[in-house]
């Protein structure tokens, strides 16, 4: 950088500070806002990915049943037998609650031999019972592997139960418990990861899983390619088991919340958009301000180029400067949002696991880029302005950038629309909606070009009426002849207020179809759910329920997690009894035709996730006999509450097809003229005593409550970014507003001068403020109603599978609407006062 | 009989910092007079402007335009009266760049609430007296500094004002440019019935006037 540059850089930045560091805020708070998002994110994606590889060992391949009720057996000599495998290590996987604590925890039953070799990480540690602690411990031998009763715990189930070796161990499994004793710990397993241990053999007898697997765990002979051995292996496979590998299965999980992550990071970015608004502002106006200086200096010599390169310098160091600031506040927000908010930031995914913070080089260079690539870009534009100025004219202050002549542009607007609507109409990659956040920048950029055409063609009209208001016909006539300097002002109220309404008609038309899916979701009187302690209600358990006084009916149901897809995360399997009276789907599509075997309903996630559409046959690897079970899609439903998707079986075909007769969950409904209270604790006195206290009961209200508590929780992040982008957005406009009033100083003492009152210039000022608002809020409604439709139509659907109804937020809107005029006609008048100093007067003298 | 355009009596102004302008100072300008005031940078010449179109207000003494006291009137019946009665031209023409000529001229009797088609008619006439006729409908940026300074000699007469205050109207222009400028106010301002308070530095300007004053620290004295 130049002397010259720096001199000129430092000298304008000494006199305008508060502008440039307006600026350079709103880029660091972008920049902040994207890192901590990302840190947050990765920080809890990263202790997720850890708990599932923890969970299965070392392996190097895995075979796994698809659904919990697992596999025969019979296969584990057929896979041993398999030229890759060098050694196969047999598994039963539970979601177990020790000492009938709350949180689950993983129970791995193995067959210590063969784990020693292939996933040694989940061995267990005898601990000496006299004098516990890792100074007294000793491997664990054949003797201890071999003990039926003995069960070794993690260290943060220890952390949490403090138990003491010898000490006995409650577990339960559904409806089963058993007493093991505690004979060591895990080392192998990572900090903060809850797995517990136990022999296969009792695995097997003591959950009533005799004959069942659920995984396979494999060494892979050395040198034999990984790619190879899949196929054989994969080959070997039978219905109802699938092949996967640690990190595949991190990816899976990791699936599910990316959506939510990658909206998340965007709504951060639209902050850093709004930021390089800003500092388009900021500098176009610092641009006006030094027309004669730029003059000047071009007749001192300095080329049109050296010109550009000072603002884009001007760019760069702004960029720098709240770039960095920007990874350092982010970094700190990341901490406190891990600790306040939770890794998942509200949505949701990674219950259970505990997340520690990580510094992510990668991401920080990429977001230093982003921000300083903003603070540049928005220097681009007044950059080349400067760069076009003809010094004679400018040096003579009687001209401008301005120039009422010119004719507004509308057609690099109409084509930045097209292209958005283009993008639009573009499928996600990679599951994620690239091309709709394409389309939702290109749409923002278009109508903020289209802000000078628009704002002249809505104006027009108006100078038809005399309104003999020397006021308003001169903020008129300013609009009017100065557009460009009036869209500087509108960029960012259109962009602001289009995402904002944009977010608020996605919000309200998301929560309105979720309240009326709830409506017919929960439309039971009374729900039963052992989701929380882990518990089942047997098939006994079940008769007793179903003959509690002043029910009418009671419907019991089960989730199964079933993985039809190794990218994808498991799809629900819904159990119910669906020719009940409290058993409602809110169907969007129905097959016309029948098909072959028995009838499934697919949650529209699952429909799109799947591709699959009413009518289509969809197996379901749940046969008994090891083949897949014929099914066919005999209607998709709407869901909100499963992004993984979910299916419905009714509850007599999955029992034909497994066997399987507990329940998790059950809707009653009341007889008529029943007493809900009456019923509720009826129906409490008649579970058996190891379910009492296990067994949550809600009525529908209560769940729907508490489901749109959820709702908002899930979007409280948002809600916060999207305040933040407004606000950043609205200071851009205040900014703006007060730095062309300020540089008009001559403009208000020429007005004095010649008789206008202060009080009049006040009333132009508003005039002009209130004018920017209403075009700005007009073309931000429709800007903000198109891209609700892109975030409706495609980036919902392409990130969640879900659809929605549009649904307008009339009394949001019209708050909005008076905020906003009211923001920018006070903005300008609060930026007038300075019009009614002395110092205006004084600036139309050159000799004072 | 008529009361002067102008009178100003025992007038003081100090800046802030407490160092004295002028003290003493006494003006009178009869109605159609021309009078010009010279004098050093800094010696106060744009104050005084100030202070005689009430948008400064002296230490002591008194101004009167047209035999109204300004001390006696408020901040808006100042506002009123320089509306009304007096016109102005500055160095820096002072022309807004989004305004048709027409309109820029027009301005002082929009704010006099005169309806807009007799405001732009008396506008157009005006510009036609100062030679720019056929360009009404021109934007500043097409204009050279010598027509800017016509445009805004067009607008500060257009309200017919008893008195015009013109501060360097020359000061940004060439000496021919200048001459023609000062050729025409001179003749504008005549046919207006207006008086003229001039303040230059430009001696030639200066000659013009029917009276020339020296302003100095000591007060006004014959040039």
């Known amino acids: ?848 | 009989m008529n009361a002067p355009a102008l009178h100003i009596r025992q007038l003081a102004k100090s800046v802030p910092g407490g160092r004295l302008l002028f003290d003493g100072l006494s003006l009178e300008i009869a109605a159609g007079e021309h009078v010009a005031i010279r004098g050093e940078s800094g010696v106060g010449k744009s104050t005084l402007l100030n202070l005689i179109a009430g948008l400064d207000t002296p230490d002591r003494g008194e101004i009167g335009i047209a035999g109204t006291p300004l001390a006696t009137l408020d901040e808006n019946a100042r506002t009123d009266l320089r509306r009304d009665a007096i016109g102005f031209v500055f160095q820096a023409f002072h022309i807004l760049p989004h305004l048709t000529l027409q309109q820029n001229v027009a301005l002082p009797l929009l704010l006099q609430k005169r309806s807009r088609a007799d405001a732009l008619g008396r506008a157009a006439s005006l510009l036609d007296a100062v030679g720019l006729g056929g360009r009404l409908r021109s934007y500043p940026k097409e204009l050279s500094g010598g027509e800017l300074q016509r445009v805004a000699i067009a607008r500060s007469l257009v309200h017919a004002p008893a008195l015009l205050l013109a501060d360097e109207p020359t000061g940004n222009l060439d000496p021919d440019t200048a001459r023609q400028i000062m050729e025409l106010l001179g003749k504008a301002v005549k046919e207006q019935g207006a008086a003229m308070l001039l303040v230059t530095h430009s001696p030639a300007a200066a000659a013009m006037a029917d009276r020339q004053l020296l302003l100095t620290h000591d007060g006004l004295v014959p040039a």
């Open chain 1, 1 to 848: 950088m130049s002397d010259a540059w720096r001199w000129l850089i430092a000298g304008e930045w000494r006199a305008h500070p508060m502008r440039f560091l307006l600026a350079g805020l709103a880029i660091a708070v972008g920049v902040a806002l994207g890192f901590a998002v990302h840190v947050i994110n990765r920080s809890a994606a990263d202790a997720f990915g850890e708990a599932v590889r923890s969970v299965s060992g070392a392996a190097d391949l895995q075979v796994r049943a698809t659904s919990p009720l697992g596999f025969s057996e019979n296969l584990y000599p057929r896979i041993f037998r398999l030229a890759p495998v060098a050694d196969a290590s047999p598994a039963l996987e539970f979601n177990a609650r020790v000492q009938d604590r709350q949180e689950p925890v993983s129970l791995v039953g193995i067959d210590v031999l063969r784990a020693l070799t292939v996933t040694p990480a989940l061995l267990g540690r005898r601990l000496d019972r006299r004098e516990a602690g890792p100074a007294s411990t000793r491997a664990a031998g054949a003797d201890a592997a071999l003990d039926p009763e003995a069960i070794y715990l993690s260290q943060a189930i220890l952390d949490r139960t403090r138990l003491r070796p010898g000490d006995k161990v409650r577990v339960r499994v559904g409806a089963l418990a058993h007493e093991f004793t505690f004979a060591g710990d895990m080392p192998g397993v990572p900090a903060g990861q809850a797995i517990a241990m136990i022999d296969i053999a009792a695995a097997q007898w003591r959950f009533g899983r005799l004959g069942s697997l659920s995984r396979i765990d494999l060494k892979l002979r050395d040198g034999v390619g990984t790619q190879a051995a899949r196929e054989t292996i994969q080959s070997a496979l039978p219905s109802g088991t699938r092949l996967a590998d640690p990190e595949g299965e991190s990816r899976r999980g990791d699936s599910l919340s990316r959506a939510y992550r990658v909206n998340l990071d965007m709504l951060a970015l639209v902050a850093l958009l709004t930021g390089g608004f800003l500092v388009y502002s900021a500098q176009s106006l610092s641009v006006a301000r030094r027309l004669s200086q730029f003059a000047l200096l071009r007749t001192l010599g300095m080329r049109k180029g050296s010109i550009e390169g000072q603002l884009l310098a001007e760019g760069l160091v702004l960029g720098l400067l709240g770039s960095v600031s920007g990874l350092l506040l982010g970094y700190g927000l990341a901490a406190l949002g891990l600790r306040f908010v939770g890794g998942d930031l509200g949505g949701g995914y990674f219950g259970g696991t505990a997340a520690e913070l990580q510094f992510a080089p990668a991401a920080a260079i990429l977001f230093l880029t982003l921000g300083v690539a903003t603070a540049v870009g928005g220097s681009y534009a007044p950059a080349r302005a400067a760069g076009k100025l003809a010094p004679a004219v400018a040096i003579r202050q009687s001209g401008d950038l301005v120039d009422p002549r010119e004719r507004p542009r509308w057609r690099p607007a109409l084509l930045l629309m097209l292209l958005g609507a283009g993008c639009a109409l573009l499928p996600p990659i990679e599951r994620l909606p690239l091309f709709g956040y394409l389309a939702v920048a290109l749409v923002l950029a278009g109508g903020v070009a289209a802000m000078p055409w628009l704002a002249r063609t809505l104006l027009r009209p108006l100078t038809r009426f005399d309104s003999r208001r020397p006021s308003v016909e001169m903020a008129l006539r300013r609009l009017l002849g100065a557009p460009s300097q009036a869209s500087t002002a509108l960029a960012g109220i259109v962009a602001s207020t289009g995402l904002m309404i944009a977010m608020a008609i996605m919000v309200t038309s998301f929560r309105g179809s979720v309240e009326d899916w709830l409506d017919t979701f929960l439309s039971g009187d009374l729900y039963l759910s052992t989701a929380r302690s882990g518990a089942v209600f047997d098939p006994a358990t079940q008769t007793r329920l179903a003959g509690t006084p002043g029910i009418a009916d009671i419907g019991f149901a089960k989730t199964v997690p079933l993985a039809l897809d190794p990218e994808l995360p498991s799809v629900l399997l819904l159990v119910r009894p669906l020719d009940r009276p409290g058993v409602t789907l809110p169907l969007i599509e129905r097959a016309e035709t029948r098909g072959v075997g028995i009838p499934i309903w697919l949650s529209e996630p699952a429909a799109r996730l799947y591709g699959k559409k009413p009518g289509d046959a969809m197996p379901l690897p749940l046969g008994r006999s090891g083949g897949p079970a014929q099914a066919w899609v005999a209607g998709i439903w709407r869901d909100y509450a499963r992004q993984q998707g979910a299916i419905e079986i009714d509850a007599a075909d999955y029992v034909r097809l497994t066997g399987d007769r507990e329940r998790g969950e059950a809707a009653v409904t009341f007889a008529p003229g029943a007493s809900p209270a009456r019923v509720r604790a009826a129906i409490e006195a008649r579970l058996p005593p190891e379910l009492r206290g296990r067994v949550d009961i809600a009525e529908p209200a209560t769940l729907r409550r508490e489901a749109l508590r959820l709702f908002d929780r899930s979007f409280a992040i948002t809600y916060v970014l999207e305040a933040i982008a407004i606000l950043i957005g609205l200071t851009g406009v205040a900014a703006t507003i007060s730095a062309q009033t300020i540089a008009r100083m001559k403009e208000f003492g020429m007005l004095r001068h010649i008789g206008m009152r202060p009080r009049s210039i006040l009333a132009m000022l508003a005039s002009e403020g209130v004018l920017l608002g209403l075009i700005g809020l007009a073309a931000g409604a429709v800007l903000g109603l198109g891209i609700s439709q892109i975030l409706i139509h495609v980036i919902n659907p392409q990130s969640f599978n879900w659809t929605m109804e549009t649904r307008l937020p009339w009394t949001l809107l019209l708050t909005v609407a008076i905020g906003l005029v009211t923001a920018a006609a006070g903005t300008a008048m609060l930026a007038g006062r300075r019009a009614l100093s002395a110092s205006a007067i004084r600036a139309v003298s050159e000799d004072w």
